[in-house]
Nanobody, 116 residues
Framework: EVQLVETGGGLVQPGGSLRLSCAAS????????MSWVRQAPGKGSEWVST????????YYADSVKGRFTISRDNAKNTVSLQMHSLKPEDTAVYYC?????????RGKGTLVTVSS
């Protein structure tokens, strides 16, 4: 069974930092690109970042470019999102996601709240 479990969310002040992690299991992690997406309260899902299977290529939404860094450890089957200079508009549930064998899979998410 494919599982993606996100951790690391919480309450942070504007300008602060958080690091999210996603533990993957049930599939050959190193063969798949991995992504982070987010959903703010009352809004649709927004793609945040993607890292390719080998970890050498990364992509970011304009809204987070220069502030967020995606990385992965294929030996540990984990993908992370380091977030700096957080803004109130970054408040959302953050999901780890992947397209595995034509199925879009995501975890249950972790809530990030940016507020003073």
């Amino acid at each position: 069974e494919v599982q993606l479990v996100e951790t690391g969310g919480g309450l942070v002040q504007p300008g602060g930092s958080l690091r999210l992690s996603c533990a993957a299991s049930g599939f050959s992690f190193g063969n798949y690109d991995m992504s982070w997406v987010r959903q703010a309260p009352g809004k649709g899902s927004e793609w945040v970042s993607t890292i390719n299977s080998a970890g050498g290529t990364t992509y970011y939404a304009d809204s987070v470019k220069g502030r967020f860094t995606i990385s992965r450890d294929n030996a540990k089957n984990t993908v992370s999102l380091q977030m700096h200079s957080l803004k109130p508009e970054d408040t959302a549930v953050y999901y780890c996601a992947a397209e595995i064998n034509d199925d879009y899979v995501r975890g249950k998410g972790t809530l990030v709240t940016v507020s003073s």
